[in-house]
């Protein structure tokens, strides 16, 4: 069964950092997509991130170009997402997720993601 265990997260300041990861279950012999997405309260769940492990491609939602840093380390299993220069509006829960089949072209479209992570809050204070 496929697993993503998240970590991270947590309470910063507006300009501040953080880091999330996202620990899976499973080898990515074949390319993968794997993704960080968020919700705030009441809004629809939206793609912040993804990278696709065969080649290494990654693709960014523009509200998160420059600032966001999407990474995935073969050897540990794990994703991860550096978040530098947060802003409040960035506040929201945020998922890990992974695509079943193939996947060589990152994308943030939800409904791609087949296994999803249990979700960490991210809170940036103004």
């Known amino acids: 069964q496929v697993q993503l265990v998240q970590s991270g997260g947590g309470s910063v300041q507006a300009g501040g950092s953080l880091k999330l990861s996202c620990a899976h279950s499973f080898y990515t012999y074949s390319s993968t997509c794997l993704g960080w997405f968020r919700q705030a309260p009441g809004k629809e769940r939206e793609g912040v991130a993804s990278?696709?492990?065969?080649?290494?491609?990654?693709y960014y939602a523009d509200s998160v170009k420059g600032r966001f840093t999407i990474s995935h380390d073969n050897f540990k299993r794990t994703l991860y997402l550096q978040m530098d220069s947060l802003k409040p509006d960035n506040t929201a829960m945020y998922y890990c997720a992974a695509t079943r089949g193939a996947c060589n072209v990152p994308n943030l479209s939800v409904s791609e993601y087949d296994y999803w992570g249990q979700g960490t809050q991210v809170t940036v204070s103004s």
């Open positions: 990278l696709s492990t065969g080649g290494g491609r990654t």
